[in-house]
């Protein structure tokens, strides 16, 4: 197994690492061990889990450069780097589905967060048949804008809309969830969008070959 197939791995633990942290957060009586850090709506479970998140982003960047860079590129990289891309980012979204600030609010909508499950699993079905045929689906401008984005949104989120709960609080009440969604929104946005690029590009893979 080479490097870049290593690291991607790497990425795949770190997702699981974060399930496995943030999950603490639902054991009764968690604040127990786990209180609010003061003036904030968050704890050291959160912390944990945003910057699991982060490491494991960053793991995303450093496997792709090394595999192009060195030539590395395999059928088991295809696999492992798109599964363990989607396994942290997902779960990371559905983690937060569960998220809720002041008023019962939502930091993202547990709908926004089906419609991004939904178009990854359209988008890496679609992969996998084109990598059957040879064929690779190549990045294009709003799919990188959209991963910028899911790595700035996804910790906000997990830290309770912190910076912007301070600069959106009025009259003690915490708009934060308000950016946090449009953010979110726009994000799944570019997501839908590059995802129809994609099929647009590569429609013809999904025809049925003549015998």
Do not use: Q
């Not at 968050?42 to 960047?61: H, L, P």
């Not at 950016?179 to 099929?199: D, E, H, K, P, Q």
Request: aromatic share 12%; hydrophobic share 50%.
């Amino acid at each position: 197994m080479n490097t870049p197939n290593k690291i991607s791995l790497t990425r795949l633990f770190f997702a699981i690492l974060m399930v496995t942290v943030y999950s603490l957060n639902f054991i009764p009586e968690s604040s127990s061990f786990a209180p609010k850090i003061p003036t904030t709506d968050f704890n050291w479970i959160d912390i944990t889990s945003a910057c699991i998140f982060i490491i494991g982003s960053i793991t995303d960047a450093i496997d792709g450069k090394i595999a192009r860079k060195r030539n590395l590129i395999t059928d088991l990289g295809k696999f492992i780097d798109p599964l363990a891309d989607k396994f942290l980012v997902d779960a990371a979204f559905i983690l937060l589905a569960t998220r809720k600030g002041m008023g019962d609010t939502f930091y993202i909508y547990p709908f926004l967060v089906v419609l991004f499950v939904g178009r990854d699993i359209a988008v890496d079905g679609l992969r996998m048949i084109a990598n059957s045929k040879n064929r690779v689906l190549a990045a294009n401008i709003y799919g990188k804008i959209k991963t910028v984005m899911e790595m700035i949104i996804i910790p906000v989120i997990f830290l309770s809309g912190f910076p912007f709960n301070y600069l959106l609080k009025i009259n003690g009440f915490d708009y934060s969830f308000i950016l946090t969604n449009v953010i979110a929104g726009l994000t799944l946005l570019m997501s839908w969008i590059s995802g129809s690029i994609y099929f647009k590009e590569n429609i013809d893979v999904l025809r049925e070959e003549k015998k």
